[in-house]
């Protein structure tokens, strides 16, 4: 489900407020989207980036973030 309005997130060791994921990501946050019934989101959408959620599991669940950038300067 995508939403265009932050919806706060969880994993085992951090919660994710927007200016958290704004100052980790460096760009403003636009939309998100969650698959099925997960509780972290899949995608978020920022000004500047597209970024994939990553999710790790070893002891505890983890995430971390591929920016990809929207809008490449081709010369």
Do not use: H
């Amino acid at each position: 489900m995508m939403y265009c309005e932050f919806k706060p997130f969880s994993t085992d060791t951090e919660t994710y407020t927007q200016e958290m994921l704004e100052e980790q990501i460096g760009d403003e946050f636009e939309a998100m989207m969650f698959k099925d019934d997960e509780n972290i989101p899949a995608y978020i959408w920022t000004v500047n980036f597209v970024v994939i959620v990553k999710r790790s599991t070893k002891f505890l669940t983890d995430i971390s973030f591929e920016k990809i950038p929207r809008n490449p300067v081709c010369e």
